[in-house]
């Protein structure tokens, strides 16, 4: 069959949906398909490379970050997109990823040329809207797009039953399969350099990730540890608020701040931490997600340390049953500025960390998930006939 990936972001940019959908591309040419991908033109000094697939890049607009991220940066991506999706060659299926508003192209686009689509719904994105500094209005308009979005898909896929349990409570009839979300081993191997003072946090932090409170932690953690250091990297919308606790509480000199990376540079930062860091906060409409960045950490074979709510401490909890996977506890500046002293102090051995990156490829791989959303499409190009 023929498929159709439509993405703003797409490897080698760095983010969770590049890994998952290059991961998916892989997958379906495999499995002998054709994948053809329309996606954003990579940010500035890095190039798309394809691996059978063929790409085709539009102009965007990018934030002050280099991020396809805000309403206009959204829409220089989808008008362009819904001529390049209305002329290309006829696919058999199509998979996309949000925003919202690329779902609405992608509807009108298929309902016209009578194309069947699945969605993939990592997570809500009318939820983590209400987290923004946003009027009510523009959340009520962003979850009419998406449902609008959703309404239309032929299928649904997600990589959590918080996700799925929360399309059902607004009213998305639509078949869901729950694929999960897992490291890509091969982007992320194990890292077999010697870990040194210090703690990563790599990804993205916005309202629903609540970083700001690693600060304090690690504030309270340095006295007893001076040597360390905290380096963010990537970037996000409470980076200012991240730099300001910094500065109010006297450490900026031991905050380190990098651009995104590809994971191939990624990849020598996860093998020094002693420890990556994640977040969710709690209470909030977003804390039924995965922190995706766990995956990528586990893969490497370097600890996490996860605080907040949602499926990630469990999964760092059950990990711990098998190897040392890291540590997870509460959003408290005491309990997490506690786990980084343990990790510090007890850093895994060059064994643990080769057995945590084994345990993650055999049951948390990014190729199992790719497989169960190539069976979605293979299901829904059949159901068609």
């Known amino acids: 069959m023929r498929v159709t990936i439509v993405s703003r972001i797409y490897r080698p940019e760095p983010a969770a949906a590049s890994i998952y959908l290059g991961a998916v591309a892989d997958e379906l040419l495999n499995q002998g398909h054709a994948v053809d991908v329309i996606t954003a033109a990579p940010p500035r000094g890095t190039q798309v490379r394809s691996r059978g697939e063929r790409v085709r890049t539009l102009p965007v607009l990018r934030d002050r970050n280099g991020y396809v991220r805000g309403y206009i940066p959204y829409m220089s991506f989808d008008i362009p997109l819904a001529i390049r999706l209305l002329f290309t060659r006829r696919p058999d299926v199509v998979l996309m990823e949000p925003p919202p508003t690329t779902g609405v192209v992608v509807r009108t686009i298929c309902a016209l040329r009578r194309l069947p689509y699945v969605y993939d719904a990592a997570d809500v994105w009318s939820d983590a809207a209400q987290l923004e500094p946003v009027s009510p209005f523009v959340v009520k308009v962003l979850r009419a797009l998406e449902t609008f979005a959703l309404h239309g898909a032929t299928h649904i896929v997600t990589i959590s039953q918080g996700v799925m349990d929360r399309l059902r409570?607004?009213?998305?009839?639509?078949?869901?399969?729950?694929?999960?979300?897992?490291?890509?081993?091969?982007?992320?191997?194990?890292?077999?350099?010697?870990?040194?003072?210090?703690?990563?946090?790599?990804?993205?932090?916005?309202?629903?990730?609540?970083?700001?409170?690693?600060?304090?932690?690690?504030?309270?953690?340095?006295?007893?540890?001076?040597?360390?250091?905290?380096?963010?990297?990537?970037?996000?919308?409470?980076?200012?608020?991240?730099?300001?606790?910094?500065?109010?509480?006297?450490?900026?000199?031991?905050?380190?701040?990098?651009?995104?990376?590809?994971?191939?540079?990624?990849?020598?930062?996860?093998?020094?931490?002693?420890?990556?860091?994640?977040?969710?906060?709690?209470?909030?409409v977003y804390e039924y997600s995965y922190a995706s960045k766990a995956f990528s950490s586990l893969s490497a074979g370097c600890p996490v340390l996860f605080a907040g709510s949602g499926p990630t401490g469990s999964l760092i909890d059950a990990a711990n049953e098998h190897v040392r996977a890291g540590a997870s506890c509460i959003y408290d500046v005491d309990s997490i500025a506690a786990a980084m002293a343990e990790l510090a102090d007890n850093r895994s051995t060059p064994d643990q960390r080769a057995a945590l990156s084994a345990w993650t490829a055999q049951e948390h791989s990014m190729s199992a998930v790719a497989r169960r959303v190539v069976a979605v499409l293979t299901s829904v190009v059949a159901e068609r006939g």
């Open 169 to 284: 409570a607004l009213g998305i009839t639509r078949a869901v399969t729950l694929t999960g979300f897992g490291a890509d081993t091969h982007e992320f191997p194990l890292s077999k350099r010697s870990p040194e003072p210090l703690f990563v946090y790599a990804g993205s932090y916005s309202a629903s990730h609540g970083a700001e409170i690693l600060i304090d932690a690690f504030a309270r953690f340095l006295p007893t540890h001076p040597d360390y250091v905290l380096r963010f990297i990537g970037n996000g919308s409470e980076r200012h608020l991240v730099e300001a606790r910094a500065g109010a509480l006297g450490i900026e000199d031991r905050i380190e701040y990098l651009e995104p990376v590809p994971p191939a540079e990624l990849l020598p930062h996860l093998g020094a931490a002693a420890a990556s860091l994640a977040t969710i906060k709690p209470s909030t």
